[in-house]
């Protein structure tokens, strides 16, 4: 394929070429994605379905939650199930004993979970790698005992029950009527908007800095610890908003089981497949991760070998994701900036492309 | 008030004495250079400076500020800024991010304001952007704005960690053996830039292994070996002081002398 406006695949690699045939015509792809995805429950699907796709729209947001703490500042958390349940416990339960509504709750469980994020922070600080993620690990098992053992509280093995569905100005949000869905595709756009808004930020470049080198990052003046723990209470942050929305989908029902380790392992596993540090990635991760056990049912346990097999063949082959390749676009510049450069005699056009030397 | 004064420093590894006792000083606007053996400490000091290292006796005061048990983030916000001898560049990031790195203290807008992409947000970043892309310019790496910082060659990471300690917006450039791995062009026209540097209002400090740099750049010489202060003075002082070329070369040729 020879593009005149992008040059030939064989002359600048495929991504130089995909990734400027995409940058150019984004508006349309965005604008045909969002309209795909705004018709999502209109499309006549059936309850399994709608529920796979609030699922994936669920774990991509799970994606970014634990993106912002492992593809921004490196931390690896083994323990996001922890605020996943602390996020569905406390909306759920706001619901149920204070009676409190939908929003507000959902807004609390994500102040509350950040919280929790901040108070796990805090010891941390001095932990980094396999320790740091064996801490976390252990966050998850207490979490998942204090959900088990204050009944008073928590109703203990019994779970919560009854909780009701959301509501706003009389209309109720369902599987059926694609309301679940239409709730969870707008927090998690919301999301994706915030990521990135954060990563494009000095608060973004601190945190990837950090990831990169953190001596390096504390002799530029970065406050490290503070950068380290606000990633924990944005991660937890956003986490908890996904768990208050679990809460509402299950049947009106969650109870501690819903929150084990395998589910921090798979939200892990979505960063890493998708790709460590991008949106794109936690969407692709999601999709894939939760398409696959439905794609090869009939092939009863040996899915999870099979599954089991492909994660480790990424992590040798292909350790930064499927999607997670370094773009080759230049640095983004706001046209404000461009205008200015241009004005000092520094026209951007005479700036070299991402590629390298 | 003096610039940088460093008295009687020493830097103790439990049983070893990494430096002793050691006392210099700089003076704006000079090129001092730091220089010894392998192991003389040298490095060591360029970590107490900046706070890397609690150091175990001693004052340094900077512009009349005592920098002992201070943060290295408020040394940096002080006005000293350093590079390193093993690169210690952001590898996955672009070379205007490194940049823009090191301009986090000087960008003042908060969390929230990135979140909303206020006013105040978008004038600062795009301030900042504009800075970034002079500073490489001035440096001469106006055509790796965009790269990866991995991507360049060993001589022009070197140029990127100066460029990011230039953008903190330090008074004092700490710079540990800039011209590493440099050839011998690239190391003439680093020198020339240093000396602009010089002249644009920085002040320096600078260890170096290459004498040939050495030489050709510095104002005034201090030479460590096993921690302590052997010798100071002009560069032609230092090329023919007996002390310095026995610490460079050995002592044997002292004691060959006197046989």
Known sequence: MKNRRFGSIRENGFLYVFEHFFSAYRGFFFAVCGILLVAVPYMDLNRATLRLVTMIALYSMLGMGLNVLVGYTGQVSLGHAGFYGIGAYACALLQVRLGLSFWPSLALAGVFTALVGLLLGLPTLRLSGTYLSIVTLGFCEVVQMVLKQWESVTFGNYGVRNIPKPELFGYTFNLQNGGFYQIILALAVLTAVGCLAVKNSKTGRAFLAIKDDELAATMMGIKTSRYKILAFVISAFITGIAGGFYSVINNGYIEPTNFVFNISVLIISVVIVGGLGTIRGMVFGAALLLLFPEVFRGLNEWRFVIYGVLLVLMMQFRPQGALGWQSTLPFKLSRRTKRELEARGLSPSRLNEGKGA | ?259
């Open chain 2, 1 to 259: 008030m003096g610039f940088l004064n460093v008295e009687n420093i020493t830097m103790q590894f439990g049983g070893l004495r990494a430096v002793d006792n050691v006392s210099f000083h700089v003076d704006q606007g000079e090129i001092v250079s730091l220089i010894g053996p392998n192991g003389a400490g040298k490095t060591t000091v360029f970590n107490m400076l900046t706070g890397v290292y609690r150091i175990t006796g001693g004052t340094m005061e900077f512009l009349g500020t005592a920098l002992v048990d201070k943060m290295p983030q408020d040394i940096v916000k002080l006005g000293i800024a350093r590079t390193f001898q093993n690169l210690r560049l952001f590898s996955k990031m672009r070379v205007i991010e490194n940049v823009l790195v090191g301009m986090h203290i000087n960008t003042r807008y908060r969390f929230f304001s990135s979140l909303f992409r206020t006013a105040l947000f978008r004038r600062e970043e795009s301030e900042k952007a504009v800075r970034a892309v002079e500073i490489l310019k001035s440096i001469g790496l106006l055509k790796h704005v965009n790269s990866y910082a991995e991507s360049l060659p060993y001589g022009e990471q070197r140029k990127v960690e100066i460029a990011r300690a230039m953008a903190t917006d330090a008074k004092l450039l700490l710079l540990d053996e800039p011209a590493a791995g440099m050839n011998p062009a690239e190391t003439e026209e680093l020198l020339r830039f240093i000396r602009q540097l010089r002249d644009e209002g920085y002040t320096i400090l600078l260890i170096e292994h290459d004498m040939n740099v050495v030489m050709n750049i510095s104002d005034r010489i201090y030479v460590l070996d096993h921690g302590r202060l052997i010798a100071d003075g002009l560069p032609e002082e230092i090329a023919n002081n007996r002390d310095v070329v026995d610490a460079y070369l050995g002592g044997e040729r002292k004691k060959h002398a006197e046989d």
